[in-house]
């Protein structure tokens, strides 16, 4: 039989599968709830959530930085950055500079998100997008050609 690994689900998998009376080594036993404890600012049973959750149910005046930002819309960093940046291809990503850090209002994020928002509903003859907060645009206008002649 080999050796439990770290990690409790293994622990236990291997002690199921162990005769009765066997001993285990207290170093892989610590590993293994080490490995299994809860972070110590989290109250009991609560699950840590990822900042792609997170970043709906925080307090709307919570400031966050470019690694959450990117986190939470699933994104790189050089994304965030590209949208924060003076050449941004459309409208920039609401930020503040804090001593030179890109710093972001959680609020503010809401609702950029919800502005870019495109909403496709799949199923109907013909898939239906529904952006949010788009004001309808003015009809275009053809240029008339002179005629040369």
């Known amino acids: 039989m080999t050796e439990p690994k770290g990690n409790p ?3 236990q998998r291997w002690l199921s599968q162990a005769p009765p009376g066997t001993l285990v080594p207290t170093e892989v036993v610590a590993h293994a709830l080490a490995a299994a404890a809860p972070d110590p600012g989290q109250p009991p049973g609560v699950l840590t959530q990822t900042w792609r959750e997170r970043i709906w149910t925080c307090d709307p005046q919570t400031r966050i930085g470019v690694l959450e930002l990117a986190e939470a819309v699933g994104r790189t960093k050089s994304w965030v950055y590209r949208g924060t940046g003076e ?6 990503i609401p930020h503040r500079l804090l001593q030179g850090e890109l ?3 959680v609020a503010d994020i809401r609702a950029w998100l919800l502005e870019r ?7 109907h003859p013909t898939d239906l997008v529904v952006k949010r907060n788009s004001a309808p645009r003015p009809p275009r206008q053809r240029r008339r050609r002179g005629f040369s002649g």
């Open 103 to 105: 710093v972001f209002v």
């Open 9 to 11: 689900s293994e622990l």
């Open 117 to 123: 928002e495109v909403v496709v509903v799949p199923g």
């Open 87 to 92: 050449r941004a291809k459309g409208p920039r």
